[in-house]
Each structure stands twice: as structure tokens, then as C-alpha cells.
């Protein structure tokens, strides 16, 4: 339940994040802006995926799987992204696509986003659809990544003796770190696909490492 999932969670709009807040009863869960599609808010995927069970796994995980054929690699950044350089052995589906929309909002959004050079985007109702076509079966394995990644961590670790087995809550990280490649997962998950992973770091920790890229 979307609703449950996002109770306790509120907009703090001075340092910009979502916190944690028992006395909120968050009743939007799907925001619907005056320019681009509506959409549902962080909190509620991530408790989605924190229930369903996501595993993030890590970069050499993923290129052992890729060698050994075992797994579809999904890279959900735009085209021109893709091509700059990708992980070897990827597909491209963009999870966004540049706006379509010829409304007010939309024509302001765009000349807003051209005067701060920001690509004004929208996500794609067709994502999961085009990764079915791309895949195949939605119950092969499916492994997703983005630019930065996210991450669906909420505590530091630390090397103080009181914190070295649990570590402690970061306020900063009440609901993890949102990306487009964790939002991905749960369009994936809720479309029906019953294999789907998340690439810890993204193609930059992937390209820090020194791994296989294409471009």
C-alpha cells in the first residue's frame, strides 16, 4: 500500500530532502506538476523496495555476470549519455525522454531549464513496455544502473566501538539516496518482472574502477 509506505516521511524544504516524521500522515502520494507527468514520491518507493527486498549489488558482481551471460544489464540514462560511454555489454532503455508537452508550464519549463543549461525531461510511460521488448521474459534476471546509482542505505558506518556492528541513522539518508535507476527497479517490480537488481555506485563507480567501457 503506496499510502502506508509513505506515512511518516515529509518534504523538509530547507536543506531539500525527505525526513522521517511520525506525526505526518503524507496523503499525495502521487504528485501531479504543472508541467511533465505525475509521479510518486520517493518515500513511498523506497519503503516499496525496502519491502519487496531490492539487493544493490556491486560493480565486480555485475561483471561477472555480464561475462557470464547471466543477466540482462540495463542502462536507464538518455541516448546521447549511453553513447558517451556505457558499461560494456549493456542495453540502453532511457527511463526519461526529453519533454513532450506543449502546454504553458511546459514551454516555461523549458526556456527555465535553458537558462540554467538543464535538459528539461520527462519520464517515459513506455519504460517497462521497452524493457519487455528489450528483454524478453520479465522473469529473467535484470540488473539496472544509472549515472550515480542511489542507495537504499540509511545508517553510517563507523569504527567507534558502539557503532561498529549496526552503525547509526543519518538523517541526511532517512530514505536512502533516490536515483533514476532505483526508481527504475520499482517501474520494473511493479510491472511485473520478478528478477530485478540495482548496480551500487552507477557507471561512475563502474568507470572510477577501471571496468569495461564502450563508447
Known amino acids: 500500500n503506496l499510502l502506508e509506505a509513505a506515512s511518516g ?107 540554467l543549461l538543464i535538459r528539461s525531461t520527462e519520464r517515459d510511460p513506455e519504460f517497462s513496455n521497452k524493457v519487455k521488448e528489450a528483454v524478453g521474459n520479465p522473469s529473467s534476471p535484470v540488473i539496472l544502473y544509472c549515472g550515480m546509482g542511489g542507495s537504499m542505505e540509511t545508517k553510517i558506518q563507523s569504527n567507534k566501538e558502539m557503532y561498529k556492528k549496526d552503525g547509526f541513522d543519518d538523517v541526511d539518508k532517512s530514505f536512502g539516496r533516490e536515483s533514476r535507476s532505483l526508481k527504475a527497479c520499482f517501474e520494473l517490480l511493479n510491472a511485473g518482472f520478478t528478477d530485478v537488481k540495482h548496480m551500487k555506485g552507477g557507471f561512475s563507480t563502474w568507470k572510477y574502477e577501471k571496468r569495461p567501457v564502450v563508447s
Do not use: C
Open 9 to 115: 516521511s515529509r518534504w523538509d524544504p530547507t536543506f531539500q530532502r525527505w525526513v522521517r516524521d511520525d506525526r505526518t500522515e503524507y496523503a499525495d502520494i502521487i504528485i501531479t506538476p504543472k508541467a511533465g507527468s505525475p509521479y510518486i514520491i520517493w518515500p513511498a518507493i523506497f519503503q516499496v523496495l525496502k519491502q519487496k527486498g531490492l539487493e544493490s549489488i556491486p560493480t565486480q558482481e555485475v561483471e561477472e555476470l555480464l561475462r557470464s551471460k547471466k543477466a540482462t544489464v540495463v542502462d536507464v540514462r538518455m541516448k546521447d549519455q549511453y553513447e558517451n560511454g556505457h558499461v560494456d555489454g549493456a542495453i540502453n532503455v532511457p527511463m526519461f525522454r526529453d519533454s513532450t508537452g506543449s502546454g504553458v508550464w511546459d514551454n516555461i519549463k523549458r526556456v527555465v531549464n535553458a537558462a
